[in-house]
Each structure stands twice: as C-alpha cells, then as structure tokens.
C-alpha cells in the first residue's frame, strides 16, 4: 500500500523457478546416455526421440549439449555413439571402485589363501581392476592389475557374462587364462552401471564349495559398499 495515497502497490514478481525444468532435462540426458550405451550399433535421432517420447528437436538440443562435453558423438552415418567424454569419467570412477572393493578383497584373500580380484568390464573384454594376494601363503599366483582377458575365458569374465544372464552362483575354470591356474569368481551384481565380478586364483585345485561361499559373500560385499 503506497503511504501518500492509500492505494495497493502490486507486489514485485519473483522469477519463475526453473529447477524443475532443468532436472528434467538432466533426466533425459541420462537417459539419452543409457539409450546409446545399450544399443551395440547406435541410435539414430528418430529412434532416440521415440524411446525417449521427446520431439526430434529436444533430442537435438540434448546430442548439442552432450557432444560439446565429449559424451556423444555422431558417426558418419549419422548414428549417436558414445564419445570419449564417457571413458575418461570411467576412467577417473576407477580407483573409488577399487578402494570401495578392497575391505572385501582383502579378507577374501586372507580367508581363501589365494589372490583376490575384482575384474570390470571395458572395451568388451574384462579388466582386473583391483587384486590384492594372501599375507601368509609361501605361493601365490601373481596377477597384475590391469590384465585383460576376453570375457569367454576365465573364471572372472565367465561370472560376468552369467551374471548377464541373471545367474549370481560362483563359476569355476582350471587354465583358461594360465596354465595350472584355478579360478573361482561370482558377479558383483546390483550395482548400477557397473559390470563386474569378484573372485580368487591359485596354483591348486580350490574346494569350489567352500571357496564359493566366500566368493559370494564378497561379491554381496563389494556391492553393498559401491551401491
């Protein structure tokens, strides 16, 4: 109310809050993102548009936004990819999985007597990401963090590639990665956007039982301590 006259001054407009406006396209962004990493030979815009139930044009503005910070790119068919954006946050996410896996890993080796792993999936094959060996053994295998191997081989790829298909039980293999070599491992499961599994290698037979037990309760370990 204006004091000299008596009459009601309106009240200043506050700005429209944007936050929601803004959330849901951080929503559609993510999602964009998930479309294309699940979809092996790309997205076109239309199709991405149709899953998304956005326009053509709001997919355009979000493949801008995206491919400026290196997340999406398009092919020379047009097709939306992944760009190299996505693997150098991977790559950053690295060492907080392998520290978060480590309690874990750590008492698994000790309880196992053999040397634990925690293997990840980049690049379409598996990656030991982090490996830690038993304190008291007098022979262990040694595996270096960083080694590949494809995920048709080995006790680690082979649970991760069950684990695909559901199953969270222990796999065990004998020499398929390394001559002499057993291997128990079981998928870390639960964990969005990870694929991964945690396991033991050692140079005699493992009682797959036994071994599996602690296989699995570490897995369920690992995946509450990264979730």
Same mark, same amino acid.
Request: aromatic fraction near 2%.
């Given at each position: 109310m204006s004091a000299r006259t008596g009459e009601q001054?309106?009240?200043?407009?506050?700005?429209?809050?944007?936050?929601?406006?803004t959330s849901?396209?951080?929503?559609r962004g993510l999602r964009l993102l998930?479309?294309?990493?699940?979809?092996?030979?790309g997205l076109t815009v239309t199709e $991405? *548009?149709?899953r998304l139930g956005i326009g053509r044009a709001a997919v355009y503005r979000l493949v801008g936004a995206l491919a400026g910070h290196g997340m999406l790119r398009r092919d020379s068919d047009g097709r939306l990819r992944l760009g190299a954006g996505v693997l150098h946050l991977a790559r950053r996410a690295q060492p907080l999985l392998a520290e978060g896996a480590l309690p874990a890993l750590r008492d698994l080796a000790e309880l196992a007597g053999a040397t634990a792993h925690l293997t990840v999936v980049e690049g379409g094959e598996g990656v030991a990401l982090?490996?830690?060996e038993p304190?008291?053994?007098?022979f262990h295998v040694a595996y270096r963090t960083g080694a590949r191997h494809p995920l048709e081989r080995? $006790? *680690?790829?082979?649970?991760?590639?069950a684990g695909r298909a559901g199953a969270a039980g222990p796999v065990a293999t004998s020499g398929e990665l390394?001559?002499?070599?057993y291997g128990v491992a079981a998928p870390v499961l639960g964990v969005p956007g990870l694929e991964a599994s945690v396991g033991v290698v050692a140079l005699a037979p493992l009682d797959v039982e036994t071994v599996g037990a602690r296989v699995l309760a570490a897995a369920t370990a690992i995946a509450e301590a990264l979730g």
């Open positions: 001054v309106p009240e200043a407009r506050q700005p429209v809050a944007r936050g929601g406006e849901q396209t951080l929503d998930h479309l294309v990493a699940d979809a092996p030979g $991405a *548009a149709n982090a490996v830690v304190s008291w053994t007098s080995g $006790a *680690a790829g082979r649970a991760i590639l390394q001559a002499g070599a």
